[in-house]
């Protein structure tokens, strides 16, 4: 059998042994019939979806009928989570990303990225204390790349999903994360939910309300955010699925934030991933959506507990913010009570510059180079211990992102961060 059969195949199987799906509202295509879901105890998101006066509309970019299918949606029945004991069905990785390699081995291969250690990530000596590894990626709708995002450089032939969905999963399966967030994901119940189950890893979604990938011609349904994590590694503790605020109206964004328990430290960590209003002129909206998260992870770092906000529970959150490090939100995050700091600072020299880019494209406007991807942390609990770098101008290719050689126009963002030691540890 070829490789792309044989990828096929095993690709169908895990599909085959995944849970039924409701069935999809009408407007909306869907390619396969399975689904899965992130597990019990998820918090509804802020307002009710639809709600809200013309103003509301406005914020949330709603227009056309076919967006009535994303406030549908959210009234359909919730799939089932994905069920514990189908972890003896678990995939081996290192056969799936060699046959990953094998269907493209007629593309170029993804631009070679290293781990950096600067002389500020000091590794981590306890040996029951290891890294846990962090990836942070909006791996672009498939429905926006082929049908609204104009890469006026990209032959549509490279977004084919048939390849494109193995570039996503050989850049997740080289690096092994523990914890992944990715934003744009159109593909959630018939791609990454069952495949990455099968990897041992347990996950959430939340679709926007008003996703954009509907106004595209036989979409997969709405794009939104989605939080995988090992399930060898964490224990869930609590999952809280946001809407968005500003000035006390719903967006069209959403946050899922999500508390663990390592099991090898037997402390908690919260990560949260989200996706912020995109393009210029909506820098307002953008601060204010950010002061609403920010407020809303406050409250959950903090819930249980009277201690200062120093000792509550430590924070990792990642997103595209479509923001740079100019606009008022970034500035809101880096200032905040809960004691941020971009992680990807640790790369400069000075140590507190972002890359200068982390998406870069052409479209029919022009080309763009921007930074607007973020690992946010709590430096006062979490130590990071490495950075993935940034691939050069060279490496990228004079027709930018996305490309033959890589499936998104931004790129992946990795950290392995550890624990710092507790003050009534060291005693």
Same mark, same amino acid.
């Given at each position: 059998?070829?490789?792309?059969?044989?990828?096929?195949?095993?690709?169908?199987?895990?599909?085959?042994?995944?849970?039924?799906?409701?069935?999809?509202?009408?407007?909306?295509?869907?390619?396969?019939?399975?689904?899965?879901?992130?597990?019990?105890?998820?918090?509804?998101?802020?307002?009710?979806?639809?709600?809200?006066?013309?103003?509301?509309?406005?914020?949330?970019?709603?227009?056309?009928?076919?967006?009535?299918?994303?406030?549908?949606?959210?009234?359909?029945?919730?799939?089932?989570?994905?069920?514990?004991?189908?972890?003896?069905?678990?995939?081996?990785?290192?056969?799936?990303?060699?046959?990953?390699?094998?269907?493209?081995?007629?593309?170029?291969?993804?631009?070679?990225?290293?781990?950096?250690?600067?002389?500020?990530?000091?590794?981590?000596?306890?040996?029951?204390?290891?890294?846990?590894?962090?990836? %942070?990626?909006?791996?672009?709708?498939?429905?926006?790349?082929?049908?609204?995002?104009? /890469?006026?450089?990209?032959?549509?032939?490279?977004?084919?999903?048939?390849?494109?969905?193995?570039?996503?999963?050989?850049?997740?399966?080289?690096?092994?994360?523990?914890?992944?967030?990715?934003?744009?994901?159109?593909?959630?119940?018939?791609?990454?939910?069952?495949?990455?189950?099968?990897?041992?890893?347990?996950?959430?979604?939340?679709?926007?309300?008003?996703?954009?990938?509907?106004?595209?011609?036989?979409?997969?349904?709405?794009?939104?955010?989605?939080?995988?994590?090992?399930?060898?590694? /964490?224990?869930?503790?609590?999952?809280?699925?946001?809407?968005?605020?500003?000035?006390?109206?719903?967006?069209?964004?959403?946050?899922?934030? %999500?508390?663990?328990?390592?099991?090898?430290?037997?402390?908690?960590?919260?990560?949260?991933?989200?996706?912020?209003?995109?393009?210029?002129?909506?820098?307002?909206?953008?601060?204010?959506?950010?002061?609403?998260?920010?407020?809303?992870?406050?409250?959950?770092?903090?819930?249980?507990?009277?201690?200062?906000?120093?000792?509550?529970?430590?924070?990792?959150?990642?997103?595209?913010?479509?923001?740079?490090?100019?606009?008022?939100?970034?500035?809101?995050?880096?200032?905040?009570?809960?004691?941020?700091?971009?992680?990807?600072?640790?790369?400069?020299?000075?140590?507190?510059?972002?890359?200068?880019?982390?998406?870069?494209?052409?479209?029919?406007?022009?080309?763009?180079?921007?930074?607007?991807?973020?690992?946010?942390?709590?430096?006062?609990?979490?130590?990071?211990?490495?950075?993935?770098?940034?691939?050069?101008?060279?490496?990228?290719?004079?027709?930018?992102?996305?490309?033959?050689?890589?499936?998104?126009?931004?790129?992946?963002?990795?950290?392995?961060?550890?624990?710092?030691?507790?003050?009534?540890?060291?005693?």
């Amino acid at each position: 059998m070829n490789p792309a059969r044989r990828c096929s195949a095993l690709l169908g199987q895990v599909c085959a042994t995944s849970l039924a799906a409701p069935r999809r509202a009408a407007g909306a295509r869907s390619c396969h019939s399975v689904v899965g879901g992130d597990g019990a105890g998820s918090q509804p998101m802020n307002g009710p979806a639809g709600s809200g006066s013309a103003t509301a509309l406005s914020l949330m970019g709603g227009s056309g009928s076919s967006r009535l299918f994303g406030t549908l949606a959210q009234s359909l029945p919730q799939p089932e989570p994905y069920l514990e004991e189908n972890q003896d069905l678990d995939l081996d990785p290192d056969q799936l990303r060699k046959e990953c390699e094998e269907v493209l081995q007629h593309r170029p291969a993804r631009p070679h990225r290293d781990l950096v250690r600067s002389t500020c990530m000091a590794p981590c000596s306890h040996k029951y204390n290891p890294p846990i590894r962090i990836m %942070q990626w909006n791996i672009l709708a498939q429905a926006l790349g082929e049908g609204k995002d104009g /890469f006026v450089r990209c032959p549509l032939d490279a977004l084919n999903w048939n390849e494109r969905k193995y570039l996503i999963l050989e850049e997740i399966l080289t690096h092994r994360p523990d914890v992944l967030c990715l934003q744009e994901v159109d593909h959630y119940y018939d791609t990454f939910q069952p495949i990455l189950a099968r990897l041992g890893y347990q996950g959430s979604f939340l679709p926007k309300p008003w996703s954009p990938c509907l106004d595209v011609e036989r979409n997969n349904g709405p794009d939104g955010c989605a939080l995988f994590y090992r399930r060898s590694r /964490f224990t869930p503790k609590a999952t809280a699925h946001l809407r968005l605020s500003a000035m006390m109206l719903p967006t069209n964004q959403v946050a899922i934030v %999500q508390t663990l328990c390592c099991r090898v430290t037997g402390r908690r960590l919260c990560v949260a991933v989200t996706h912020l209003k995109a393009r210029s002129g909506w820098e307002r909206l953008r601060s204010a959506q950010g002061a609403d998260l920010l407020q809303s992870l406050c409250s959950i770092t903090s819930r249980g507990s009277n201690r200062a906000p120093s000792s509550t529970t430590p924070l990792i959150v990642c997103g595209d913010f479509n923001a740079e490090p100019s606009e008022d939100v970034y500035k809101r995050f880096s200032c905040s009570p809960l004691g941020l700091t971009s992680a990807y600072t640790l790369l400069s020299s000075d140590g507190h510059t972002e890359p200068p880019y982390t998406t870069w494209k052409i479209r029919p406007s022009g080309e763009s180079r921007s930074t607007l991807d973020y690992i946010w942390y709590t430096p006062a609990a979490l130590s990071v211990e490495s950075l993935l770098d940034i691939p050069s101008e060279e490496q990228i290719g004079p027709d930018r992102l996305p490309s033959y050689h890589y499936p998104s126009d931004h790129l992946s963002l990795m950290c392995d961060l550890s624990f710092r030691e507790e003050p009534h540890r060291l005693l």
